[in-house]
């Protein structure tokens, strides 16, 4: 499980999972050192506070995965930057997303040749729960 998490990111660690029904839950936490603030650019390595994030990435073995990551609050030490703290992001997952981009990628793939009502028929069943509202918004 822990090279399919560094699939996503190397600097990511497996901690857990567990299986419910059709869906996978994961959980992981990242291992970086530092982190960069998304408003400056500084490097910061002193945690502010920690709290987690779930998301849905594409579905493994027939079964929907949700992973939830052990996100970290970071102080930004630059004093000429506007923003006192800021939360770890990661390139592969969208500022307050709720989907990896390679499942929003997917989502979009299966929208071009159908409607968005079979679309998301199709993918609730399958891969994630989405509504027509969402697959049009992708």
């Known amino acids: 499980m822990d090279d399919f998490i560094k699939l996503l990111d190397s600097d990511l660690q497996y901690i857990t999972h567990k299986i419910v029904e059709d869906i996978v839950y994961i959980y992981i936490a990242s ?10 650019g500084h490097m910061s390595s002193k945690i502010h506070s920690t709290y987690e994030r779930s998301f849905y990435d594409l579905p493994m073995q027939g079964k929907k995965v949700e992973i939830t990551i052990n996100n970290r609050k970071m ?63 992708l």
């Open 31 to 40: 291992t970086r050192e530092e982190v960069q603030c998304p408003f400056c």
């Open 75 to 137: 102080f930004c030490n630059n004093p000429a930057c506007d923003h006192i703290t800021f939360a770890e992001r990661f390139n592969w997952l969208a500022y307050k997303s709720k989907k990896t981009q390679r499942l929003e990628d997917e989502i979009i793939r299966l929208s071009l040749n159908c409607s968005s009502i079979a679309a998301a028929r199709i993918l609730s069943k399958n891969t994630v729960a989405v509504g027509k509202s969402t697959v049009c918004n």
